[in-house]
């Protein structure tokens, strides 16, 4: 970046997969990207994906990000299409909170690892072959990877481990400028909120969130478009939550001085 230029955050010229992109957060992104003037290829495994990245002017590739040749074939079709990829957004995953250690099971643990771990884990191998010098790789955690939470068994670990990706993954790619980062959204009205009938998570984070209210799938966006612009040639290896503050601290927690504190000071032996 020439620091005499102009900001302007334009990803114009730029190429870029997001896995996951069929709806919510990855949406959000790859309807942005293309509103910056990016091409975007999104990978996603449901199956009327073609539908909607052509209405946001996308190409899309059918891939399950747990199957490495899949990933492969992502960026192989990208590369096709648009000659160089500059940026990867590791979006897709899946969501099984709600499931504590005393229902967690085997398979559970095996397909929430492959998708949410293994899907990050094969981007970055495969980023670090085809992205452009200079590139950029955004991953999506959550803040239950960052704080405990009751029922967060598989997933929350999980993006734990996506965090900690993040950080190995800026430094193998450091010496090529590729950069590497995380957003940890707090909670974010998409479907899998929404579609939720009286959805108790919703009520409960509003109490919660020093901000009062749930994000929106744009807000992370706008972060995700920051990192891989021009301007952001310098952040790597880093985890920023869109969370309204919510990993921040409590909003409520009722404490009644001790006897010690009187008129603003400590009083000893009281």
Known sequence: MNPTNPITFSLAGKAAIVTGGCSGIGLAIARRFRGQGAQVLIADRQRDG??????????????????????????????????????????????????????????????????????????????????????????????????????????????????????????ELAPRRITVNAISPGTILTPAVTDIADNPEIPFIKRRTPLGRLGQPEEVAALCHFLVSDEAAYITGQNIAVDGGLTTGWTDYDLVPPANIQKGRWVDDV
Not at 78 to 93: C, D, K, P, T, W
Not at 96 to 121: H, K, M, Q, S, Y
Not at 127 to 154: C, E, K, M
């Open 50 to 171: 073609a539908r909607v990245a052509e209405e946001i002017g996308a190409q899309f590739q059918l891939a399950d990000v747990s199957i490495e040749a899949e990933v492969a074939a992502a960026f192989d079709a990208a590369r096709e299409s648009f000659g160089q990829v500059h940026i990867l957004v590791n979006n897709a995953g899946i969501q099984p909170l709600g499931v504590g250690f005393d229902e967690i099971t085997g398979p559970l643990l095996e397909r929430t690892f492959a998708v949410n771990v293994n899907g990050v884990a094969f981007g970055l191998k495969y980023a670090g072959r085809h992205l452009v010098d200079g590139g950029r790789v955004v991953n999506l955690a959550s803040f239950v990877g960052l704080i405990g939470v009751p029922g967060g068994t598989a997933y929350a670990a999980s993006k734990a481990a996506v965090a900690h990706l993040t950080k190995l993954g800026a430094i």
